[in-house]
């Protein structure tokens, strides 16, 4: 991406900010106002160029998503939309899109059986059913040659930066705390593919060079348990707390299948769960 303008959404979150300090040599338009405005979108777009296209904004937690679902869909989708339509409007030189969507929109699995890129979407939340519409906007909108579009659908992953809803850093927050000496599980047996953020920008880059087109799985290909997540939470900060768990029948697999950016990129993950969450504990010391 070297000498490339990029413009971004969504610049301060976990996947931008880590962006814009891995390729702080880039030259950076970033959107400083709320994406549902429209004029506002049709007149950033329309007054900058740019090489790639870097959609990241949106929200995310589940709690915040649940709490108003009218402003997740009209920035999730609606925000999604406008861009799409002013990229389609204005921009005559050639443009990369890359849209962050997520693992939800599969749904889960009962089996460890990971999600293909031409596995059926069964979004189970609001949060993934505002991504599968903006998908599925692109793909059916963006029709220009000089328009390459490319939609990362990204498993879990993890900073020090994230909403205390997310799953590691409620469980660092309460092995590190002082309160409770019991940490109760729920859905022990759970399986979840953890990346290193780091991977997911390193993808993204080589996506790019290739000037990929389509829908890629940005994954480990790594199934891990929540009880194993925890034991290693456990382990590495060298806590006495123990795990009490709950609901252990319930079966609500999210595992990514990554032959084919293996095979498009020549890619390896170059980090695995423990390394991950070293680097959080890091952090968060």
């Not at 970033?30 to 994406?35: E, H, L, Q």
């Not at 990929?212 to 199934?223: D, P, T």
């Not at 034991?231 to 060298?238: L, N, T, V």
């Not at 095979?263 to 980090?271: R, S, V």
Request: net charge positive; aromatic share 10%.
């Amino acid at each position: 991406m070297r000498d490339k303008t990029i413009a971004i959404t969504g610049h301060s979150g976990i996947i931008g900010s880590n962006f814009l300090n891995k390729f702080k040599n880039n030259k950076y338009i970033r959107c400083n106002f709320d994406i549902r405005n429209r004029k506002k979108v049709f007149q950033w777009i329309k007054e900058n160029e740019f090489d790639i296209f870097l959609h990241l904004a949106a929200i995310v937690p589940i709690k915040k998503v649940n709490k108003d679902k009218t402003k997740t869909h009209k920035i999730n989708f609606n925000g999604t939309k406008n861009i799409v339509d002013a990229i389609n409007k204005y921009k005559k030189s050639n443009v990369w899109l890359f849209y962050s969507s997520t693992s939800h929109v599969y749904g889960s699995s009962k089996n460890l059986k990971p999600f293909r890129e031409t596995s059926r979407t069964n979004p189970k939340n609001f949060y993934a059913k505002t991504k599968i519409l903006s998908e599925q906007y692109i793909k059916k909108n963006i029709r220009k040659k000089n328009i390459t579009y490319c939609i990362g659908r990204i498993f879990s992953f993890t900073d020090r930066k994230q909403d205390l809803s997310f799953f590691v850093p409620r469980i660092f927050r309460e092995i590190l705390g002082k309160k409770n000496t019991i940490i109760k599980l729920k859905n022990p047996h759970n399986h979840r593919d953890f990346i290193h953020v780091q991977d997911i920008l390193h993808i993204i880059n080589l996506l790019y060079k290739k000037k990929s087109k389509g829908i890629f799985n940005i994954a480990s290909g790594e199934a891990t348990s929540l009880k194993n997540i925890v034991d290693k939470i456990i382990k590495i900060s060298k806590s006495k707390k123990k795990i009490q768990t709950y609901n252990i029948t319930k079966v609500n697999n999210i595992i990514g299948d990554i032959s084919k950016i293996k095979k498009h990129l020549n890619w390896q993950p170059k980090t695995n769960i423990l390394r991950i969450l070293n680097s959080f504990l890091k952090k968060y010391n």
